[in-house]
């Protein structure tokens, strides 16, 4: 498992990634102005926040000998399908513990995670974040084949991985000095976690997708658990996106997809950065984050998974 000791990280994605201007989507939000981080073009396996986390992972998978990663999520997770893709880049095997049954056709990450060389296993019917049993299992049979297996969380987020977007962070500090908020998906934490290190926790805005049964404790935990950084302050978790649970978003997400694609022609994914977006837009909304607020949206990538969910 990774510990909590970040090594220097093996580059794997792009940096800096850019910041653009989206004056569309912002007049349709109620806002001056409003920046994209576009994590969505971090360079490894088709992008995404994955990429800063497991530079920080794969170092440590490194130190420790490992030949296999072993990690898990959903059926469409894009922390597999960029384990699959650091795995391959790195000359590991990867093995992908995935929520539910295996589908009749193998689309979106799916068929990313199969092209990268990955093994895919089933956990069967569990919560996402259940599969603690057939992930050790997994684990234990790479050793009995001889290998030595890593793993990863759920989601690759550990305090070690956070430091990748502790980066990111100082990123947006020379790229946007006069930034007021910070709003990004939270899955398994770790994106949120680095924010705050980097940031502070009044700046950035968390929207919970459904993931953790506790979203607020991870992250806390994530942040206390990283070198030198003090313990956070009131975290701001919008839990109103969640719907009726992390596979089923809500109709605000929807709206909050095509509002970017018609708007900046920037695509979203329904789990996360659609519910993000319906996050910021609800913060906007009741006003707490205000019009004259310079406001950044983290992209944190996931177009793969956009199709490997039915159209509507």
């Known amino acids: 498992m990774a510990t909590d000791v970040p090594l220097a990280p093996i580059r794997l994605g792009t940096w800096p990634t850019p910041v653009e201007p989206a004056p569309r989507l912002a007049a349709a939000l109620g806002l001056d102005i409003l920046w994209l981080k576009r994590d969505d073009l971090g360079g490894l396996g088709g992008g995404g926040n994955k990429v800063r986390k497991l530079e920080y992972t794969v170092a440590q998978a490194r130190a420790a000998g490992a030949t296999t990663l072993v990690t898990t999520g959903a059926a469409q997770s894009n922390h597999a399908r960029l384990t699959a893709a650091a795995a391959a880049r790195l000359g590991l095997r990867a093995v992908l513990v995935l929520v539910g049954d295996a589908p009749p056709a193998e689309r979106g990450n799916l068929l990313l995670d199969r092209l990268a060389g990955a093994e895919v296993v089933w956990a069967g019917d569990v919560p996402i974040d259940g599969t603690a049993e057939v992930l050790e299992r997994e684990a234990q049979r790479v050793r009995d084949a001889g290998e030595v297996p890593f793993l990863l969380p759920l989601g690759g987020s550990t305090p070690a991985a956070a430091q990748g977007y502790a980066d990111c962070a100082s990123e947006l500090r020379a790229q946007v000095p006069d930034l007021d908020r910070v709003v990004v998906a939270v899955g398994s934490g770790g994106t949120m976690a680095g924010l705050v290190a980097g940031l502070g926790s009044d700046r950035v805005l968390g929207v919970d997708v459904g993931a953790l049964s506790d979203p607020v404790a991870t992250v806390t935990s994530l942040v206390a658990g990283m070198p030198g950084v003090p313990p956070p302050d009131e975290l701001w978790v919008d839990a109103g996106q969640v719907g009726e649970g992390y596979d089923t978003p809500p109709a605000t997400a929807r709206e909050a997809l095509l509002l970017a694609a018609r708007t900046e022609g920037v ?8 519910r993000a977006l319906a996050g910021l837009a609800a913060a906007v909304v009741s006003g707490r984050v205000a019009r004259t607020d310079v ?7 996931g177009l793969p998974g956009l199709f490997g969910h039915e159209p509507e």
């Open 267 to 274: 695509f979203l994914d329904p789990i996360y950065t659609a």
């Open 295 to 301: 406001t950044v949206f983290l992209h944190s990538g």
